[in-house]
């Protein structure tokens, strides 16, 4: 495996950054997922039983939980540290002309440039304190969609994604690929959308300052409301503040534990689909953190790789594992998928399917839709979410 190398952070010509000082972990006892562990590093052994075993965890932790965490995937904690150090500067240090200016348009369909910490539409709602730098493609290709204060940094972080996407995912997609008995590069080839850095995805700064109480107490202490991410896979870096949580075989919220250095791993709808219900889609929210926390800001960097976007969503009937023990019929949004396609009627496209999510997200301090008879159900007694796109139900844990 090729280690990270990136460009030096003390070129001449690069102000000082200081460093990012990763706050406390909780000391409150919370109810934890457990999470398998995956050692990427593993898949360059010489021994075929290890890369077997390596395969057999994967296969597991995909089926279970829709999440994993993934360590010795390349980049050192100081390397890592770096990038929170630039993601930190960029809060500190960006602009109100910039921030104007690369203001973000989610009705376009993508998140692309700077979101303001009032919810995710364009006008300002009530704040959340969320705030987001987002790179899609056309942003890496031109200096001035980037805030100012990071121009003299973009060759560290145009690196740092051009190896999460090209190593890391790769090699992840090379084991969901063999999960799938296909060749090791299907994923990649197929699937997997290529050209920038990111391809069809995007990279994220993102920073949740402390919530104010009346936002608090109208979203009931939610940050991001209870989803799944709508591509293939999506990175992201454990962080001490403990704010994410998966929902658990049992019904349950649980929130993910820190562990340090490590890749936090969903998986998103395309995959649930294209694994014909054999992945499990992540269904995850983020919540407030723990009364020893609520003060502190929560640093956040998230890779979301995206599939080609004129790419039906369907399963790769060519899969053995598919052909053998066949579709997993009840899962998630692969069923509705599925039953469209059964009744001859379109079916979204990638670009399509994650566009309209995007165009139509909803605040969780939106308390004219978050109501039950409007965009939420109770079913068995749990509170959910349900949203139609393009004639496919979604239905998913608030």
């Known amino acids: 495996m090729a280690l990270f190398f990136p460009p030096p952070g003390d070129m001449a010509g690069k102000p000082s950054v200081p460093a990012w000082v990763p706050p406390p972990a909780t000391t409150e006892s919370q109810n934890f997922a457990q999470l398998k562990s995956i050692d990427l590093s593993l898949l360059d052994s010489d021994d075929p039983a290890v890369v077997d075993d390596l395969v057999k965890q994967v296969k597991i932790a995909i089926r279970d939980d829709g999440f994993l965490f993934l360590e010795n995937y390349g980049v050192s904690l100081e390397q890592l540290h770096r990038q929170f150090a630039l993601a930190q500067y960029l809060y500190k240090n960006i602009t109100e002309e910039d921030k104007e200016l690369l203001r973000f348009d989610p009705d376009t369909g993508r998140w692309s440039g700077y979101k303001h910490p009032y919810g995710f539409k364009r006008h300002r709602a009530a704040p959340d304190g969320i705030e987001q730098f987002n790179w899609y493609m056309p942003d890496w290709e031109d200096l001035a969609r980037v805030p100012k204060c990071l121009h003299p940094f973009m060759d560290e972080i145009e690196?740092?994604?051009?190896?999460?996407?090209?190593?890391?995912?790769?090699?992840?997609?090379?084991?969901?690929?063999?999960?799938?008995?296909?060749p090791d590069d299907y994923l990649w080839d197929n699937v997997q959308s290529h050209g920038s850095p990111t391809g069809e995805g995007y990279f994220r700064h993102a920073l949740f300052r402390p919530v104010e109480k009346e936002t608090e107490k109208a979203s009931k202490g939610l940050r991001m409301h209870g989803h799944t991410d709508f591509g293939l896979t999506t990175l992201l870096f454990s962080v001490p503040i403990s704010c994410l949580q998966i929902w658990g075989r049992d019904e349950e919220w649980y929130y993910v534990p820190y562990k340090p250095g490590a890749l936090v791993v969903n998986i998103g709808d395309t995959l649930e689909i294209v694994s014909g219900g054999h992945f499990k889609a992540t269904r995850h929210r983020v919540f407030k953190p723990p009364v020893d926390q609520l003060h502190e800001e929560r640093l956040s960097l998230v890779l979301f790789n995206s599939a080609v976007g004129d790419l039906p969503m369907a399963p790769a009937y060519t899969s053995p594992l598919i052909q053998r023990e066949g579709c997993v019929e009840d899962q998630g949004v692969y069923k509705e998928f599925m039953e469209r396609t059964a009744q001859g009627k379109l079916v979204p496209t990638n670009r399509q399917w994650r566009e309209i999510q995007i165009a139509t997200a909803t605040d969780p301090t939106d308390t004219v839709r978050n109501r039950v008879g409007v965009d939420q159900v109770v079913i068995n007694g749990k509170l959910m979410q349900q949203r139609e796109y393009m004639g496919v139900k979604v239905v998913l844990p608030v």
Not at 162 to 167: G, R, V
């Open 159 to 182: 690196a740092f994604c051009n190896y999460l996407t090209k190593s890391v995912n790769r090699r992840l997609l090379t084991l969901f690929s063999r999960v799938l008995e296909l």
